[in-house]
């Protein structure tokens, strides 16, 4: 069971940035991932409700992930 404090906090919607052929844009995601940790955000919601999981191939959403 999880307590509040692991999962409370802001959790933004991560924005994965892409190429222009779609692919995502791992040193730009770098950035902005880099970023939340700095404000100290909660945790990231990824390939959420941004819309942009699906957009991926399975293989791209998994890299997406462990980034």
Same mark, same amino acid.
């Given at each position: 069971?999880?307590?509040?404090?692991?999962?409370?906090?802001?959790?933004?919607?991560? /924005?994965?940035?892409?190429?222009?052929? =779609?692919?995502?844009?791992?040193?730009? #995601?770098?950035?902005?991932? &880099?970023?939340?940790?700095?404000?100290? /955000?909660?945790?990231?919601?990824?390939? =959420?409700?941004?819309?942009?999981?699906? #957009?991926?191939?399975?293989? &791209?959403?998994?890299?997406?992930?462990?980034?």
């Amino acid at each position: 069971m999880f307590s509040k404090s692991v999962l409370g906090g802001v959790w933004p919607a991560l /924005l994965t940035p892409v190429h222009p052929d =779609g692919a995502p844009n791992f040193a730009e #995601l770098e950035k902005i991932v &880099q970023l939340f940790i700095d404000q100290q /955000l909660g945790g990231i919601y990824v390939l =959420g409700s941004t819309g942009q999981g699906v #957009l991926f191939t399975e293989k &791209q959403r998994l890299d997406v992930t462990k980034r």
